[in-house]
DNA sequence: CTTTTCTCTTGATTTAAATCAATACATTTT
DNA sequence: AAAATGTATTGATTTAAATCAAGAGAAAAG
């Protein structure tokens, strides 16, 4: 139980035994099937979840209902409304499951004990926010500087796993486009 | 000196006057003119700079030589190419002075060195990174889920500042829009 | 196993933004 | 003070993506 998760800990900040127990007394589980919320906007994000197994988006819906996905997650991945958990105010985001999902919950209270009682866990929070960070701003460099085919290259060499696993017009939807101007693009590269 | 600096530490995480002490001597000073770089891509981002005076950007240029920005800092925030910074690869940025500007650097080493002496400077670290992380997510939520007038008038709101300091081509470059289109927005604003 | 839903593609048309071009005004620079 | 540079607006035209519409194949549900 909690495998995959202790692994990417370790990975980050290597633990010692005891601290792996007392790690382990601060999670706990959860499984999803298909379809199935984690969080809907406008609720309070109380936990962020670190996926096991199984395949998770959190999206926005707009006032025509079309969703816009804001993440995609598959195993080894964090997905949660980061701004809910962390300021209690309500989520902006929905998450659910595209696959059925294990997950593995931090919640508030636990994350925030986490902070006090095992040093390597604020360390493991940072690096965890660093690279989020960093992803996200390659992200939004290749929207504003990308044409449409270099993005949808770079995401599925950079992605290839989610470009596979995910259908294509969430894909769309995460660039920002219909699926008709995806396929199209695609179309265009596979011309070339 | 280092005032601003010092105080938005401490208003992250509250310093004794021991902490600040050793912090300082880890901080330098630089100032630049107008137009002046801190960083060229393709160099390596030796130092993150806070901004304790003037106005800084960053941002990419493609290959019609068009600048793409990534991000504005005015006094209070924190500039570079972090994904430099953090992993040592050549800088994907370029930061230069859009005003005369007086910087407070954290080098690498200082910064690898601070993580080590000062635990609150991990702290300071990841609710920087905590703060970054959902401003870009922000944002980016933004371009995918709203139209150019809702994304103007909610940059407005959010940074007045930033929108009435730096000009109007600069917030359009930003935006991923031309000039003459953001031109066209904010009349469309005006007339409704 | 068969009906229903989901997924992707393709075509025609509309719509929104980019591009090209000109101008006016403000601000640096010399 | 004059020249040069930077900034914003407006108009005409082109270009790219969204929308509307249809259909075909695959996957899921009953």
């Not at 994000?45 to 988006?57: L, P, R, S, V, Y």
């Not at 993440?71 to 059925?100: C, H, K, M, R």
Request: hydrophobic share 40%; proline share 3%.
């Amino acid at each position: 139980m909690y495998e995959l998760f202790l692994q990417h800990f370790n990975t980050k900040v290597a633990l010692t035994a005891e601290e792996e127990a007392l790690l382990k007394t601060y999670l706990t589980q959860k499984k999803l099937r298909r379809k199935q919320y984690l969080l809907q906007s406008g609720d309070i994000c109380k936990a962020f979840a670190f996926i096991e197994k199984g395949a998770m988006k959190s999206y926005t819906v707009d006032d025509a209902g079309v969703e816009h996905i804001i993440q995609f997650g598959i195993e080894g991945w964090i997905i949660a409304d980061l701004y809910s958990f962390l300021t209690g105010e309500p989520a902006l985001y929905n998450v659910d499951a595209v696959e059925d999902a294990e997950l593995v919950l931090i919640s508030k209270s636990a994350h925030d004990a986490l902070l006090k009682v095992l040093p390597k866990y604020e360390t493991y929070t940072r690096l965890n926010f660093e690279g989020a960070y960093i992803a996200m701003q390659r992200r939004l460099t290749s929207i504003i500087s990308n044409s449409l085919e270099e993005r949808y290259e770079q995401f599925t060499a950079q992605y290839p796993e989610i470009a596979q696993r995910f259908p294509q017009h969430m894909i769309a939807s995460y660039m920002g486009l219909t699926p008709e101007t995806l396929s199209r693009v695609r179309k265009r590269i596979s011309v070339k």
